[in-house]
DNA sequence: TTATTGCTGTCAATGTTCTGACACCCTGGC
DNA sequence: GCCAGGGTGTCAGAACATTGACAGCAATAA
């Protein structure tokens, strides 16, 4: 679990205050100061978002976005663009070759989290580290912990991860294969039905207080998570 | 020993950015947008250093740090400027009416505490941070001790270290990398099971009053200093 | 300088927990 | 009853964490 961000800004004070407040609030980061050094970085483990400055030296910041978006493998990483200023062109024209969003120097750390955890909840939302609550079942991601009315469970770290995974997706069913990919990670070669034996242990795990009520079978499709009975 | 900084700056975003980074490095912070704000929180306790924007709205800071230099109560109080580019003039005025340094914007979190760090040692060579106590388990910065239950305990620098930043970062779990980017300082290369054993060394050196519970690990994340089980 | 002491990082051995697979059981629908 | 699909118990191997020992350093004292 890499939640590794990619800043690239060719400013070396702003770079640095901006990985100092995203390593801060837990994630890690990697810099770039120009395009090349950018694209370099772009790879095997693929950064999991992009703070973009939008005046590079060597090749503006549009050029990079653009070149992402042109390749399947990191079409999909969201990107941040950074602007001096809250210019209506920058701003139009950075959306319109695929930026998620974009923030305006200066900023605050507020701003600056906010926008990442919405871009990063939108696009992979376990990927947030907000304590989720559903009654009185408790999950905070930066601690590491989960309670049931402040009573603290105990479970492993796969049944930690598919609870996370189905209280940031409830009320939808996902097949066994949909969980293998989402909690396990794509290309792990897993029995299906190893779900089952870890549904199994969450419930297990969340049973004391009937929370195992909340993760529900669904005969023929998978499993759900729903408040509903 | 309050360890107290004032922040006076009219743009919020970097005003909060600014207190971010020292809320981080240990300090606790006040607030001001302008004149009148910083003047009202100008009084016991007294700040230990203010931060002074150049440019405030309603009374530039020019004029602030005079007021505060007429003062026999404010005029030791050492003042850092913040200019937003480094021009000659602003510098040569600011150091004439008496600021101890100044930075420039935009600034990395590394100038801004080593030159705050810088100030403060020229001024108060005694100030100290604040003593962390958690359930009995106090730590001393100044001093550099650690007791339990007023028992005091033996251990290397780098448990030390280690233990204070636990201390100041309650809570959340950390992975052997951020503490070794924490605590050890970045790019140093050490193997990650390197923590592990210095983990060892802390717990054993505040085991005898079973403080050792409060440093817990959290299997495929990392460790956590909490004060519940 | 030399000797002493204590600190640090690494390693191998050991202990613990987690994981995925399998076999078997249970249940509901037909 | 029969079947399909889900639940449970168990186990070996893998992954992970802890521990003690040790050698290299650095600081300190003689």
Redesign the pocket.
């Known amino acids: 679990m890499t939640r590794k961000i990619l800043v690239v800004e060719d400013e070396a004070p702003i770079r640095e205050m901006l990985c100092f407040v995203l390593e801060q609030k837990g994630f890690a980061t990697q810099e770039a100061e120009d395009y090349d050094q950018a694209l370099a970085l772009i790879k095997e483990p693929y950064p999991e978002l992009i703070l973009l400055d939008w005046m590079l030296p060597g090749g503006s910041g549009i050029q990079l976005i653009k070149q992402l978006k042109q390749d399947e493998l990191t079409r999909q990483i969201p990107v941040i663009m950074l602007t001096a200023r809250a210019e209506e062109d920058d701003k139009i024209k950075g959306l319109d070759v695929g930026a998620d969003d974009y923030i305006t120097k200066p900023f605050s750390p507020k701003e600056l989290t906010s926008r990442l955890k919405a871009v990063l909840r939108r696009v992979a939302p376990t990927a947030v580290e907000d304590v989720i609550e559903v009654q009185g079942l408790k999950l905070d991601p930066a601690s590491h912990r989960v309670t049931a009315n402040h009573l603290q469970l105990e479970?492993?770290?796969?049944?930690f991860k598919l609870l996370h995974f189905f209280m940031t997706h409830p009320e939808r069913v996902y097949s066994r294969e949909q969980l293998l990919n989402n909690v396990?990670g794509t290309n792990?070669?897993?029995?299906d039905?190893?779900v089952?034996?870890?549904?199994?242990?969450l419930?297990k795990a969340v049973s004391e207080s009937g929370h195992d009520k909340l993760i529900q079978?669904?005969?023929?499709?998978?499993y759900r998570f729903s408040t509903r009975l």
């Open positions: 479970m492993g770290p796969t049944e396990w792990v070669y897993v029995e039905r190893t089952d034996v870890h549904i199994r242990r419930r079978t669904v005969r023929g499709a998978g």
